[in-house]
């Protein structure tokens, strides 16, 4: 629900979709899905402007993804931190 209200340029309504399944994933202890939604909350957070907790968000997610060694994740985020520091 968070991505379709991304893209419909709901921005606040999709962090909060993206907030609630972060919790749940950090309950069921869900690697993967912390980090998919930290990354989503991240690109929400660039789109808004606010570098500084997007780039928060990235490097939270990063130290999780370098902790399991998940390196698909780790090269996605430092694609979308590179990002963030070209704008």
């Known amino acids: 629900i968070g991505n379709i209200l991304f893209y419909k340029n709901e921005l606040d309504k999709a962090l909060d979709f993206y907030m609630e399944s972060l919790k749940l994933d950090e309950v069921n ?29 990235y490097l939270k997610a990063l ?17 979308n931190l590179g990002i963030v520091y070209l704008m």
């Open 29 to 57: 202890n869900d690697v993967q899905d912390q980090i998919s939604n930290m990354n989503n909350m991240a690109i929400v957070y660039s789109q808004k402007a606010d570098l500084e907790k997007a780039l928060e968000l």
């Open 63 to 79: 130290k999780i993804a370098e902790k399991y060694w998940l390196p698909l994740n780790i090269i996605t985020l430092y694609d």
